[in-house]
């Protein structure tokens, strides 16, 4: 049997399988899987876990041995073997084929390894389990389907998130759920249920911080370079996240192409403007119609692979000679990207 995250809750309240095997390398999703096999094995009356770490060097046959040992009190137990990214073996394999054929009434066992690639799948010890229980793969969420699983999220603590702050979660967090989680954890306790917007997640980051980054965006829609390169090395120099300045700019980049494409501008779900940066979105918008906006989107995309580990390079130094662009000056040309890069 195969089960998927979205349908493991309604499996769970029926009867529940003798065997669970969990693979995947998102820890946090694997982690809320297996607890929640846990807590439906609870309140099934397996009452007792005994967990084994089949790192390498493990002793098949002590598990074994440990596996066959009645508890001491009779009691019904889950017996979790942690495979982590290590391959059972021949004998590892064989043992797990065994334990998955004596799992019943009075054993559940529970099986958690990383991604299985397709030898895995094909092994004996993998058909032995999914055909004594159910297979469970975790797969990671993509940049693609982040924001909606954030929305969600959100919506569990009682958040309903605009656009423009799903945008901002996503790009702080893409490629590390643990720390998703963390944050929106975080805003439960600092946002009042209820719309969550931009602003509240600045806020939670720091409030010197959200008017920095406020500033920074006038400054380059105003073409004041002198200030804008000012308020990049303040906020390097504070610690804030590269990833928070960068949407800044992209922000306002966004802005002045829906101002010069007749749709407005900071409409977005996002905070209202102060006089002062609409003047300069205003300002702005005068010169739109020249602006080197593909030249500007390569550059911010530049910073954001450099964020995320995926071009070398320092982000910092890309944000500067991407604000300095914004403000008129000439920077060096920014190399070809690669495919896949």
Request: charged share 25%; net charge neutral.
């Amino acid at each position: 049997m195969k089960l998927t995250l979205e349908n493991l809750a309604g499996h769970l309240k029926g009867r529940l399988a003798p065997v669970y095997l969990l693979s995947g390398e998102e820890a946090l999703l694997l982690g809320e899987a297996s607890d929640a096999i846990r807590a439906a094995a609870r309140a099934a009356g397996f009452t007792e876990r005994e967990v084994h770490f089949a790192d390498r060097g493990v002793d098949w046959s002590g598990i074994r041995a440990a596996a066959g040992t009645l508890s001491l009190f009779g009691d019904r137990r889950v017996l979790e073997i942690r495979l982590g990214a290590s391959k059972p073996g021949k004998e590892g394999g064989a043992t797990l084929a065994a334990l998955a054929e004596a799992a019943g009434s009075d054993t559940l066992l529970l099986v958690l390894a990383g991604r299985l690639d397709r030898d895995a799948q094909t092994s004996a010890w993998f058909k032995a389990l999914e055909q004594r229980g159910a297979w469970l793969p975790v797969w990671e969420i993509d940049a693609g389907r982040l924001p909606q699983w954030l929305a969600q999220r959100c919506r569990r603590v009682g958040l309903e998130p605009t656009p423009e702050a799903l945008s901002l979660l996503a790009d702080r967090v893409e490629g590390n759920l643990l720390a998703a989680q963390q944050e929106i954890e975080k805003l439960a306790l600092l946002v009042p249920p209820g719309r969550l917007d931009v602003v509240a997640v600045l806020d939670a980051v720091a409030d010197s911080a959200r008017y920095d980054v406020f500033a920074l965006g006038e400054a380059v829609l105003a073409g004041d370079a002198e200030r804008a390169l000012r308020l990049v090395e303040g906020l390097r120099g504070e610690g804030v996240e590269p990833t928070l300045v960068l949407w800044s700019l992209v922000r306002e980049l966004r802005n002045l192409w829906e101002v010069r494409h007749g749709a407005g501008g900071g409409g977005r779900g996002g905070p209202r403007m102060s006089p002062s940066h609409a003047a300069a979105l205003d300002s702005a918008g005068r010169r739109a119609a020249r602006f080197p906006f593909a030249r500007l989107s390569a550059r911010a995309l530049r910073a954001d692979r450099m964020i995320k580990g995926r071009l070398e390079g320092s982000p910092w130094d890309e944000i500067l000679l991407l604000s300095a662009e914004f403000c008129g000056l000439r920077a060096p040309a920014a190399p070809l990207q690669r495919r896949g890069v």
